[in-house]
């Protein structure tokens, strides 16, 4: 759905997650201004947004993306000391459901169809493309990660097509905009996995 940081497509939501207040208001999510820039404590007023924006990660003013992604890779790298490559493997199968849920419901809480912030499809989408060129060393993953963020922000071919399936939903129309927008945000961001691995297999294979 757009390149994040430039996209936000409108509909609003509650004014006070912009605040000091971190009581979550699920059915005030529907009046108020989008939140193109959450707080802290929007952040801590609902489980699914601590998820979508990384853990904090997505709260970055500067390439939200990109910040996520970093944190993706860190995390991995502390979560190999105690999970095996079978546990990792269960794991980012889990964060694709779990992470399509919090994306869907953080694009309504702030209002956007593709919030900037919501950076759970790069931390789920660039595990796989680690998970899957593991045990290769820093320069390798390096290149993973540095492909991985071309082809998310720079979106071309498919990953374009994927990132605009649902990025004109009617929020007002269909009953399951949010819903979409969710799969939406996180399917970019799985072709952006494969074509980055897809990249990779061909650079190995030559």
Do not use: Y
């Not at 502390?78 to 694709?96: E, K, M, R, T």
């Amino acid at each position: 759905m757009g390149c994040k940081g430039g996209k936000h497509t409108r509909p609003r939501i509650d004014n006070r997650f912009m605040h000091d207040s971190v009581s979550p208001a699920p059915h005030a999510a529907d009046a108020g201004a989008p939140i193109t820039r959450p707080s802290v404590a929007f952040m801590l007023a609902h489980p699914a947004h601590l998820i979508a924006l990384g853990f904090g990660s997505g709260l970055s003013r500067k390439a939200p993306g990109t910040a996520g992604t970093l944190w993706a890779w860190v995390a991995f790298l502390v979560l190999q000391l105690w999970l095996s490559p079978i546990q990792l493997g269960w794991l980012i199968a889990l964060s694709l459901p779990v992470g399509w849920w919090a994306s869907s419901v953080t694009a309504r809480h702030m209002r956007l169809l593709d919030p900037a912030p919501v950076v759970w499809d790069e931390v789920a989408a660039f595990w796989l493309v680690l998970w899957l060129v593991l045990p290769a060393g820093f320069i390798g993953q390096l290149v993973a990660f540095g492909l991985f963020r071309f082809f998310d922000a720079v979106k071309p071919g498919p990953v374009g097509w994927a990132d605009q399936l649902f990025h004109h939903v009617d929020v007002n129309t269909d009953t399951h905009a949010w819903t979409k927008a969710g799969l939406g945000i996180m399917l970019d961001d799985l072709v952006a996995a494969f074509c980055t691995l897809l990249v990779i297999a061909l650079w190995r294979f030559w």
